[in-house]
């Protein structure tokens, strides 16, 4: 198949796109067609045209659902996880390119250290790769100092069919795997905070924790948070005379 490099050729002669050509290129991205005509290149591959095709999460809309996808559990079993099992709790949600790798390890195995402080703020942490069940049980089985995570104090969800990475819009499809996503979800599975971040970059757990702190903060206080806000920092009334109080002490 040519790609969009490729120069239109007709019995062995590079050929110049002619208005025919341009008219039904438009036609067919209009039509979302795949192709028209073998000797047409629309200059989209198969992988913009999947793209276009993901479910697009919006933060404030309620979080994209999943159901029955295999997990391994903090105690070792494999059991079947759904989102709407956490239903009252918030929920964070991280996905991580793939197991026995490099930068993943230490992310998981920071996130499962302090699992702790994110029960402490009704805080459920799961973490998923395209991985299956058992390539995280047998990660798991690895200790931290040979590049496994250990017995991790978080559930490893196994996204084999790749739908949930999909539908949060991480999965690189090239890949196979997804990007670094971060996604918490409130009680009611609203979708609040989404970060994505590249491959070779970690996360912060710290900044995972404010987030979850700032969230929980606001929706209990019905205040806002301003820039750099911690766990004990003042907020401020959204109204424009009671925001007063915190400016003033700027």
Not at 43 to 50: D, L, N, P, Q, V
Not at 100 to 117: G, K, Q
Not at 126 to 134: G, I, K, N, Q, R
Not at 178 to 201: S, T
Request: some cysteine.
């Amino acid at each position: 198949m040519m790609d969009s490099q490729t120069p239109l050729k007709r019995t062995g002669e590079q050929q110049p796109a002619t208005q025919t050509d341009e008219a039904a290129v438009h036609l067919a991205k209009r039509l979302k067609v795949t192709a028209i005509a073998d000797c047409v290149d629309t200059g989209a591959s198969a992988t913009e045209e999947k793209r276009s095709e993901h479910h697009c999460c919006m933060v404030g809309q309620a979080a994209p659902n999943f159901n029955s996808v295999a997990a391994v559990m903090a105690d070792g079993s494999i059991s079947a996880v759904s989102l709407s099992q956490f239903r009252g709790r918030y929920v964070l949600l991280a996905f991580y390119p793939a197991d026995f790798t490099f930068v993943c390890p230490t992310e998981i195995t920071s996130l499962s250290d302090r699992v702790n402080e994110f029960t402490a703020l009704d805080c459920d942490v799961m973490v998923c790769s395209t991985d299956s069940e058992f390539v995280h049980h047998s990660w798991r089985q690895q200790a931290r100092d040979k590049g496994g995570v250990g017995a991790v104090a978080v559930p490893m969800l196994a996204d084999r069919t790749r739908a949930v990475s999909r539908s949060y819009g991480v999965l690189c499809e090239e890949e196979g795997r997804a990007f670094r996503g971060l996604f918490i979800i409130d009680r009611e599975q609203v979708l609040r905070v989404a970060q994505v971040y590249d491959m070779p970059v970690g996360r912060s757990v710290d900044e995972a924790l404010r987030l979850v702190s700032a969230i929980k903060f606001a929706d209990e206080n019905g205040q806002v948070c301003p820039a750099n806000w911690h766990a004990g920092d003042a907020g401020i009334v959204p109204d424009i005379q009671q925001s007063k109080a915190f400016f003033s002490n700027q």
